[in-house]
Protein backbone atom coordinates (compact mmCIF):
# COMPACT_ATOMS: atom_id res chain seq x y z
CA UNK A 1 0.00 0.00 0.00
CA UNK A 2 1.62 3.18 -1.18
CA UNK A 3 -0.65 5.62 -1.99
CA UNK A 4 -4.28 7.46 -1.31
CA UNK A 5 -5.99 4.97 -4.43
CA UNK A 6 -4.94 2.11 -2.59
CA UNK A 7 -6.51 3.12 0.88
CA UNK A 8 -9.56 3.63 -1.28
CA UNK A 9 -9.46 0.25 -2.70
CA UNK A 10 -9.45 -1.46 0.65
CA UNK A 11 -11.97 0.33 2.02
CA UNK A 12 -13.44 -0.23 -0.95
CA UNK A 13 -13.26 -4.27 -0.30
CA UNK A 14 -15.45 -3.51 2.77
CA UNK A 15 -18.85 -1.47 0.71
CA UNK A 16 -16.74 1.65 1.61
CA UNK A 17 -16.95 4.64 -1.07
CA UNK A 18 -16.42 8.15 0.16
CA UNK A 19 -16.34 11.24 -2.25
CA UNK A 20 -17.62 14.16 -0.70
CA UNK A 21 -16.22 16.72 -2.90
CA UNK A 22 -14.12 17.93 -0.40
CA UNK A 23 -10.14 16.55 -0.12
CA UNK A 24 -9.83 17.31 3.21
CA UNK A 25 -13.13 15.77 4.19
CA UNK A 26 -12.99 12.71 2.16
CA UNK A 27 -9.43 11.75 3.77
CA UNK A 28 -10.72 12.23 7.55
CA UNK A 29 -14.08 10.20 6.50
CA UNK A 30 -11.39 7.50 5.70
CA UNK A 31 -9.40 7.84 8.64
CA UNK A 32 -12.34 7.17 10.62
CA UNK A 33 -13.86 4.36 8.81
CA UNK A 34 -10.76 2.74 8.98
CA UNK A 35 -10.24 3.23 12.41
CA UNK A 36 -14.28 1.67 13.04
CA UNK A 37 -12.78 -1.50 10.29
CA UNK A 38 -9.53 -2.08 12.49
CA UNK A 39 -11.67 -1.65 15.97
CA UNK A 40 -13.90 -4.28 14.33
CA UNK A 41 -10.90 -5.95 14.08
CA UNK A 42 -11.62 -6.42 10.01
CA UNK A 43 -8.00 -5.20 9.12
CA UNK A 44 -4.96 -6.36 9.41
CA UNK A 45 -2.63 -4.48 11.22
CA UNK A 46 0.47 -3.52 8.85
CA UNK A 47 -2.40 -2.50 6.81
CA UNK A 48 -4.52 -0.39 9.15
CA UNK A 49 -1.01 0.89 10.49
CA UNK A 50 0.28 1.62 7.27
CA UNK A 51 -3.27 2.64 5.63
CA UNK A 52 -3.51 5.37 8.80
CA UNK A 53 0.19 6.59 7.75
CA UNK A 54 -0.86 7.78 4.12
CA UNK A 55 -4.03 9.19 5.00
CA UNK A 56 -2.35 11.22 7.88
CA UNK A 57 0.67 12.36 5.26
CA UNK A 58 -1.97 13.29 2.80
CA UNK A 59 -3.85 15.16 5.04
CA UNK A 60 -1.30 17.28 6.34
CA UNK A 61 -0.24 17.76 2.51
CA UNK A 62 -4.01 19.17 2.27
CA UNK A 63 -3.87 21.59 5.53
CA UNK A 64 -0.80 23.18 4.27
CA UNK A 65 -2.13 23.62 1.44
CA UNK A 66 -5.09 25.63 2.84
CA UNK A 67 -2.73 27.63 4.92
Do not use: C, N, P, W
Amino acid sequence: MTSIYDVQQLLKRYGTIIYTGDRLADLQLMEEELRELHQSQLVEQKDYEMALFILRQEIQRQMEKIK
